[in-house]
């Protein structure tokens, strides 16, 4: 369309879809879908921008020399860490530590088990280790928690210990040693002499000392991260400079984004890029967190339902929970982590019939992009949730992707009655239905227990629900929780990417430090504290600075905010507070700090809960850093009124629900108007998302173009 000017894009290349969000000057959107092309995701994304942005008439072409800013969130990485497919690393460690990696904590092991399996040890496995044990080499030297050396270095040992890893072909170097978060000399001095010897050997190759990346306590998860940056983030980055390249050869002028695993982006530039290892799921909290702002929503539920996972997560009091210490992919490391649970129950998984106890089992596995047997060309052997809906009229077989992919109703029938319905001695209808309340029973178990479970009733939030299968099952998994209201966009299909083109520009450092300040310290007590503190934060903040410089933005662009995680002390938990100053010098400042402190204590916990006689630790330093970029409006349309107009009517289908057919009204999902309501049984149809009324509930379109979803009395 002539005149329209695009400004951001934001892509969300999952595991089944690439989702694309395109926001015009006026805040205006558009989304688009196309299937993920794993062999080389930066086809899935172009077809993706291309169906966006059909819906302006325009082109790529046309749009992407116009466009500002880009944020991308892929899954390549993960892939290649998961299915072991990274460069070949050589570690470095202490002499006498060289198993810890292979043992990984023994936790790590059963991360990721079912109930069942950590109890049957016939189904325990290890994962290969990162890095095999032949490849990792000791070196004598030893530094204890406090930071003092209690053995020296032995440089001799580290240059024989690079040849012999230079001999086995390793492509990359790691070097983790003992409490190098506490004093680096010793871990900085062998990075040095690795360099220097690979110089010698005439070698180049990258080198990550843990503590240029990951100064934090806990060596297993330190190491991890740092393996991880050198295993499949650095070998990604190429991935994501191809994703670039392709998109400044359709005129584009900028580098893309990252979305980062602490709800920030990053620069494909970044030091740390093992943080984009999760990036689409984040982006749709990030998406929640700032609708929730825009609306006036402090205390949400999030949750998104994708061909693969169900991912849920809480926003409180207007922000996000931060896990320092997370397990991704059966890995612990030491990266800051927006607090998300995810379940391996999706639109796409694969459901199966127990042959012993006749019971059904969903997952953990899915169909990834052939959704199912209804796929076209064969599809799966299995069946699948979305076998089920086409069975039931819940999807419609000739709208998929907006009717990209006719689906196969005939073929799921089938299938459904042999490897379900059949063996279970039910109809096909009522076993698909059945595979529906399993999930959605599930699912709201989950959402029920993640409340609760953090001492808060449903009735303080509001749920958020979204993901291409989403809408399908928000009715179903909210059912008599008693949320506050139930919020569902219109543009739930593409909301992970929405909440990437809405995350602020910012890199966040993170730093482990040990101070103690006793009850009734001194003023000398507390300012050497202070000053240990600002130290922390100058070296943190000058690591952000030189990022944002990599992207051409000097120092007084970026917007520098300081915190740190502290406690009572003998408490087990932290919590993170910012700094209500720019600058700690003074025990006047570290009197500041601890107001903030009891403040937010008061608010996470309880006011009675307050212990300042206990005194209070400091456990680590983190600079967030952040410069402007263009954010989407959320759209503001005229109240149109209740009843929804003709063309959005799309006449009446054959849906079964709850052990009987009824004739249920289909309606065009973009052409409903402000203050429409439509009420159950009904499905209302957009290009890559099917959102189900059911008998009972009614949906309510309000002036920002998101549903309200309302269980009405009876
Ligand atoms: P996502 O992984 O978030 O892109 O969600 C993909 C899921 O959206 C699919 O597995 C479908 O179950 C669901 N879905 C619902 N309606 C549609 C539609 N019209 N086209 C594609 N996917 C749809
Ligand atoms: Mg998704």
Request: charge should be negative; proline fraction near 4%; glycine fraction near 10%.
């Amino acid at each position: 369309m002539a005149g329209r000017r695009t400004q951001i894009l934001a892509i969300d290349a999952g595991g089944t879809m690439t989702d694309t969000f395109i926001i015009d000057d006026k805040g205006e959107f558009v989304v688009g879908k196309a299937q993920t092309t794993p062999g080389d995701e930066s086809v899935g994304l172009m077809q993706s921008a291309v169906d966006a942005l059909e819906f302006w008439d325009m082109t790529v072409e046309e749009s992407f020399p116009q466009l500002l800013t880009g944020v991308y969130s892929g899954t390549a990485m993960l892939n290649r860490l998961v299915s072991r497919k990274g460069r070949k690393v050589g570690l470095i460690v202490n002499k006498g530590m060289e198993d810890f990696h292979r043992m990984g904590r023994a936790i790590q092991s059963y991360l990721g088990y079912s109930y069942s399996d950590r109890l049957h040890l016939n189904t325990h496995r290890y994962d290969a280790p990162l890095v095999p044990r032949t490849s990792t080499r000791g070196v004598t030297e030893r530094i204890d928690l406090f930071g003092h050396v209690v053995i020296p270095l032995y440089e001799h040992e580290v240059e024989p210990a690079v040849k012999e890893l230079v001999e086995q072909g390793v492509e990359s170097i790691v070097i983790s040693l003992l409490h190098s978060y506490k004093n680096p000399t010793h871990e900085r001095r062998v990075r040095d002499i690795v360099k220097e010897t690979l110089q010698k050997l005439n070698k180049n190759m990258p080198v990550f000392a843990s503590v240029d990346y990951y100064p934090v306590r806990k060596e297993t998860h330190r190491t991890n991260t740092a393996i991880i940056e050198a295993y499949a983030a650095d070998p990604s980055r190429r991935t994501l400079e191809l994703v670039n390249e392709k998109m400044q050869a359709k005129g584009s002028k900028f580098d893309i984004r990252v979305m980062a695993s602490h709800g920030g982006t990053i620069s494909i530039r970044a030091n740390e890029l093992a943080r984009t290892l999760v990036s689409g799921p984040i982006g749709g909290v990030v998406g929640a967190k700032y609708l929730g702002e825009q609306l006036e929503i402090k205390n949400i539920v999030c949750s998104d339902i994708g061909g693969t996972s169900f991912d849920i997560a809480l926003i409180t009091q207007g922000d996000f929970t931060i896990d320092t210490s997370p397990n991704i992919a059966r890995l612990v490391l030491s990266l800051p982590l927006v607090a998300m649970d995810s379940v391996g129950a999706g639109t796409g998984s694969f459901v199966r019939v127990d042959p012993y106890t006749k019971s059904i089992i969903l997952g953990p596995d899915s169909a990834g992009y052939r959704v199912g047997v209804c796929y076209p060309e064969g599809g799966t052997d299995i069946i699948t949730v979305s076998d089920c809906h086409v069975v039931l009229g819940l999807i419609n077989p000739n709208n998929f992707l907006g009717g990209q992919i006719i689906l196969d109703k005939e073929r799921a029938y089938q299938a459904v009655k042999q490897q379900l319905a059949d063996p279970l001695g039910l109809s096909v209808e009522a076993a698909s239905y059945g595979v529906i309340e399993l999930l959605e029973s599930q699912l709201r178990n989950y959402l029920e227990s993640l409340v609760m479970g953090k001492g808060y009733s449903p009735t303080q939030f509001s749920c958020f629900s979204y993901g291409g299968g989403g809408p399908l099952h928000t009715a179903g998994y909210v059912k008599g929780l008693g949320f506050e209201d139930v919020l569902v966009p219109a543009w739930a299909a593409g909301f992970s990417a929405f909440g990437c083109g809405a995350a602020d520009f910012e890199y966040r450092y993170d730093m482990t430090l040990d101070g103690n300040v006793p009850n009734g310290a001194t003023n000398e007590q507390k300012e050497e504290v202070a000053i240990n503190l600002q130290g922390a934060w100058t070296e943190l903040s000058e690591k952000v600075q030189q990022e944002f410089e990599k992207n051409g933005f000097s120092g007084d662009e970026v917007q520098l905010r300081l915190y740190v995680s502290m406690q009572y002390q003998g408490q087990l938990n932290d919590i993170e507070i910012e700094a209500p100053f720019a600058e700690a010098t003074s025990a006047a400042d570290w009197d500041k700090l601890t107001g903030a402190f009891e403040d937010t204590y008061a608010r996470v916990y309880a006011k009675t809960a307050r212990s300042p006689e206990l005194g209070y630790s400091v456990t680590g330093a983190i600079v967030r850093g952040s410069v402007d970029v263009p954010k989407p409006k959320i759209p503001e349309e005229p109240y149109v009124g209740k009843e929804p107009a003709q063309e959005a009517f799309q006449g009446k289908r054959r849906v079964y629900w709850a052990g009987e057919w009824f004739q249920a009204n289909i309606w065009e999902m973009e052409s409903l108007q402000a203050g429409n309501v439509v009420t159950g049984l009904a499905v209302i149809e957009s290009p890559a998302t099917t959102f189900v009324v059911p008998p009972g509930f009614e949906a309510v379109l309000d002036t920002h173009r998101i549903f309200h979803l309302h269980e009405m009395a009876n």
